[in-house]
């Protein structure tokens, strides 16, 4: 079956740095586009980060842009997120997804087939 695990989560002050990874099994891993998505409370779910099947396109949310780092192991079948220069307001779930190859690298999570269950990244003033 189907498996998204996120992990590397917790809490980081201000400043800090955090690495997420998200192992998966139960399908063809270099098949599919991968995603990044976070979800603060009372929020819905916001773009992160996206990364083509091959490595070639990558995508970023505007709030992270220049700060996070998006990445992926085809052969290990894991997706990364490198997260620096953490801020108060990327506290919220984190979630990692994957989409088809078929289409276009998306930003939107309607074109995202699986999904992690998420982890907590909480980061503090």
């Known amino acids: 079956q189907v498996q998204l695990v996120e992990s590397g989560g917790g809490l980081v002050q201000a400043g800090g740095s955090l690495t997420l990874s998200c192992a998966t099994s139960g399908f063809i891993f270099s098949w599919y586009h991968m995603g990044w998505f976070r979800q603060a409370p009372g929020t819905g779910r916001e773009f992160v980060g996206s990364?083509?099947?091959?490595?070639?396109?990558?995508y970023y949310g505007n709030s992270v842009r220049g700060r996070f780092t998006i990445s992926r192991n085809n052969a290990g079948d894991t997706l990364i997120l490198q997260m620096d220069n953490l801020k108060p307001e990327d506290t919220a779930v984190y979630y990692c997804?994957?989409?088809?190859?078929?289409?276009?690298?998306?930003?939107?999570?309607?074109?995202?087939?699986?999904w992690g269950q998420g982890t907590q990244v909480t980061v503090s003033s």
């Open positions: 990364i083509s099947w091959s490595g070639t396109n990558i």
């Open positions: 997804a994957a989409q088809q190859r078929n289409s276009p690298l998306s930003i939107t999570e309607e074109s995202y087939e699986y």
